[in-house]
């Protein structure tokens, strides 16, 4: 007679490692960042480069520091690089963006205990830090060169969408103003679907955020169609969605609570857009999303098969 063996939980085997939700998640991004090295040129893939080198750098620094295992190659290092690049301007000095990746890591990263235990996305965090300290560097946006007639300009000022309005196809392949991962939506669109494809993100999160901003939308704007479209091109809306607002650690883990964290993340955006004083309000609504996380897990936990209410026997 065979005896039960018993074992904490998880009791589920994958093969699916850290380091290979990671390189998903890159590959997902590489059609963005081929965009954005195509539209804005060299300076966008040195961007990209070096704030994945700084961030891995600082996390390899951190780890020795702290006299603790080193992850510097399980790729989250480099994921919270490429992500805070995406979120940040062409014309951003290099400074600056190591700033960014430095805080990101060591700060909203490593000093809560490394992976799995920040409770904020640092990405997030790292761009909101900067938005508040370097502003005008971080609010300094070009045209992409491949909406600019005379190419013997270096740099053509330009404002995002949600502040100047472009045509529904400049947002599409992504000749508009804006960060590096605001502009092409179809590259967002394919990485986003190619992650839920191999299941390394669930659908929840990302559909209930857009339908709830689109949702917000119609009724705000009376129904147009136009509008809602826009809403939903537009922005850092598609790359919060399918990128940051999926993250393993700081956002729930049970299904209903995906969906109640894409829902307040698509209400808070769309006020923050349509009241506040920023015009984009995606990196705001996720980080205060990240804070009510655990209570969010907390009132969506399902009962243990079997369990009875009140510790009745």
Same mark, same amino acid.
């Given at each position: 007679?065979k005896l039960l063996t018993?074992?904490?939980?998880?009791?589920?085997?994958?093969?699916?490692?850290t380091?290979?939700?990671?390189?998903c998640?890159?590959?997902?991004l590489?059609p963005a960042?081929v965009a954005?090295?195509?539209h804005f040129?060299?300076?966008a893939?040195l961007?990209?480069v070096f704030?994945?080198?700084?961030s891995m750098?600082?996390?390899?620094l951190?780890?020795i520091?702290m006299?603790?295992?080193q992850t510097?190659?399980?790729?989250?290092?480099?994921?919270?690089?490429?992500?805070l690049?995406?979120?940040?301007?062409?014309?951003?000095?290099?400074?600056e963006?190591?700033?960014?990746?430095?805080?990101?890591?060591?700060?909203?990263k490593q000093m809560?205990?490394?992976?799995g235990q920040?409770f904020?996305n640092?990405a997030?965090?790292?761009?909101?830090?900067?938005?508040?300290s370097?502003s005008a560097d971080?609010?300094?946006w070009?045209?992409?060169?491949?909406?600019?007639?005379?190419?013997?300009y270096?740099?053509?000022?330009?404002a995002?969408?949600?502040v100047?309005?472009f045509?529904?196809?400049?947002l599409?392949?992504?000749?508009?103003g804006?960060?590096?991962?605001?502009?092409?939506?179809?590259a967002?669109l394919?990485?986003?679907?190619?992650?839920?494809?191999l299941?390394v993100?669930s659908?929840?999160?990302?559909?209930?955020?857009l339908g709830?901003?689109?949702?917000?939308?119609?009724?705000?704007t009376?129904g147009?169609a136009?509008?809602t479209?826009?809403?939903?091109?537009?922005?850092g809306?598609?790359?919060g969605?399918?990128?940051?607002?999926?993250d393993?650690?700081?956002?729930p883990?049970?299904?209903r609570?995906?969906?109640v &964290?894409g829902?307040g993340?698509?209400v808070?955006?769309?006020?923050?857009?349509?009241?506040?004083? &920023?015009?984009e309000?995606?990196? &705001?609504?996720?980080l205060?999303m990240?804070?009510?996380?655990?209570?969010?897990d907390?009132?969506?936990?399902?009962s243990?098969?079997?369990a009875?209410?009140?510790?009745?026997?």
């Open positions: 007679m018993l074992s904490a939980s998880p009791h589920i085997r994958d093969t699916m490692t380091q290979k939700i990671m390189l998640v890159i590959a997902a590489l960042a954005a090295i195509v040129g060299w300076r893939l961007l990209m704030c994945v080198l700084v750098a600082t996390e390899g951190c780890r520091a006299k603790r295992e510097i190659f399980d790729g989250s290092a480099a994921v919270t690089g490429l992500l690049a995406m979120n940040l301007p062409v014309t951003l000095p290099l400074w963006a190591a700033l960014g990746c430095i805080f990101a890591v060591a700060v909203v809560f205990g490394g992976l920040n904020a640092p997030i965090a790292a761009r909101i830090v900067l938005m508040v370097v971080m609010t300094h070009i045209l992409p060169r491949t909406a600019v007639q005379d190419f013997s270096d740099a053509v000022s330009s995002t969408p949600l100047e309005r045509p529904i196809q400049s599409i392949w992504g000749s508009t804006g960060c590096l991962g605001e502009t092409c939506a179809i967002l394919f990485g986003g679907c190619f992650l839920m494809f299941g993100i659908p929840a999160t990302p559909l209930s955020y709830t901003v689109a949702v917000c939308t119609l009724l705000y009376g147009s136009y509008e479209v826009y809403q939903l091109l537009s922005g809306l598609l790359l969605a399918f990128f940051m607002a999926t393993y650690v700081t956002t883990v049970t299904a609570g995906k969906i &964290f829902i993340c698509g808070l955006t769309f006020l923050i857009r349509a009241f506040g004083s &920023f015009p309000g995606v990196s &705001f609504s996720i205060l990240n804070l009510l996380t655990p209570y969010i907390r009132f969506t936990l399902t243990p098969l079997g009875l209410k009140g510790g009745e026997e």
